[in-house]
């Protein structure tokens, strides 16, 4: 199985060996980390440089956008290019606490499109409260492709997002009670859908209130896989095509 989408930092996870030894042994054979501000881009080149089973994407997020500066933006295409990135992100638009810098946001995200482009990368995109504004921009860059990391829309805006050739990142949400994520699964299904934790956020049922990590990817591949009606080993397999695809993981 792969986690397509989480964090790892030293401010998180006390060990990260362990963090990284217990993913592999609950049969998590690759794991992308997002590195999305100026600090934990540096952390997570580090990190993944050295495990040879851990990847990476690198991208401002949007809740930087007061903060990034030209020359920032700068480093990070330097970054991009001396650096075995496999995607930028996560890079987006969030608007959960309001939309005053909304127009910072979207010139951030139009700018870190245009990096995309030019390297041949795939995106992990962010997007909360932003769906329609998300799409007009995603649109505007039709030779890339990405993931919708965290998703939580409706069916509709996920049928959206396929259509433009983008896979739809599923996490712990569909195991939470309260959640209609699997609506959305249900109706998707597995060649859109790829697995992630956004560790160490968003830890799945039973483990909620817990600090989360890439080990507890089975938990979700046995809900989705309970949802569809098929086995853990298929949503393994065909999730794990779709992400070594869309990433082109070596
Ligand atoms: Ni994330």
């Given at each position: 199985?792969?986690?397509?989408?989480?964090?790892?930092?030293?401010?998180?996870?006390?060990?990260?060996?362990?963090?990284?030894?217990?993913?592999?042994?609950?049969?998590?054979?690759?794991?992308?980390?997002?590195?999305?501000?100026?600090?934990?881009?540096?952390?997570?080149?580090?990190?993944?440089?050295?495990?040879?089973?851990?990847?990476?994407?690198?991208?401002?997020?949007?809740?930087?956008?007061?903060?990034?500066?030209?020359?920032?933006?700068?480093?990070?295409?330097?970054?991009?290019?001396?650096?075995?990135?496999?995607?930028?992100?996560?890079?987006?638009?969030?608007?959960?606490?309001?939309?005053?810098?909304?127009?910072?946001?979207?010139?951030?995200?139009?700018?870190?499109?245009?990096?995309?482009?030019?390297?041949?990368?795939?995106?992990?995109?962010?997007?909360?409260?932003?769906?329609?504004?998300?799409?007009a921009i995603?649109?505007?860059?039709?030779?890339?492709?990405?993931?919708?990391?965290?998703?939580?829309?409706?069916?509709?805006?996920?049928?959206?997002?396929?259509?433009?050739?983008?896979?739809?990142?599923?996490?712990?949400?569909?195991?939470?009670?309260?959640s209609n994520?699997?609506?959305?699964?249900?109706?998707?299904?597995?060649?859109?859908?790829?697995?992630?934790?956004?560790?160490?956020?968003?830890?799945?049922?039973?483990?909620?209130g817990s600090?989360?990590?890439?080990?507890?990817?089975?938990?979700?591949?046995?809900?989705?896989?309970?949802?569809?009606?098929?086995?853990?080993?298929?949503?393994?397999?065909?999730?794990?095509?779709?992400?070594?695809?869309?990433?082109?993981?070596?």
């Amino acid at each position: 199985m792969i986690d397509t989408h989480c964090h790892i930092s030293r401010e998180d996870y006390d060990d990260i060996d362990l963090i990284i030894n217990e993913a592999i042994n609950s049969g998590v054979e690759k794991i992308i980390i997002s590195g999305c501000t100026k600090d934990s881009i540096v952390e997570s080149l580090e990190i993944s440089s050295k495990y040879p089973n851990v990847y990476i994407t690198i991208g401002y997020h949007p809740s930087e956008a007061d903060l990034i500066t030209d020359s920032d933006f700068d480093l990070l295409e330097e970054q991009i290019r001396n650096n075995d990135v496999v995607g930028i992100g996560e890079i987006g638009l969030d608007y959960h606490y309001g939309k005053e810098n909304a127009e910072l946001q979207k010139k951030l995200f139009h700018k870190q499109m245009v990096l995309a482009e030019k390297y041949h990368l795939p995106v992990v995109i962010h997007s909360r409260d932003a769906t329609e504004d998300t799409i007009a921009i995603l649109k505007q860059y039709p030779n890339v492709i990405g993931d919708i990391h965290c998703f939580s829309g409706s069916i509709e805006t996920a049928k959206i997002y396929i259509s433009m050739g983008y896979k739809i990142g599923i996490g712990g949400v569909v195991t939470f009670k309260n959640s209609n994520l699997y609506k959305v699964v249900e109706n998707i299904g597995l060649d859109s859908i790829i697995l992630e934790t956004d560790a160490p956020y968003l830890t799945p049922t039973p483990f909620r209130g817990s600090v989360n990590s890439s080990k507890y990817i089975p938990i979700i591949a046995n809900r989705i896989a309970e949802i569809l009606g098929v086995s853990v080993n298929e949503v393994d397999s065909i999730t794990s095509k779709n992400a070594v695809c869309l990433f082109d993981l070596k």
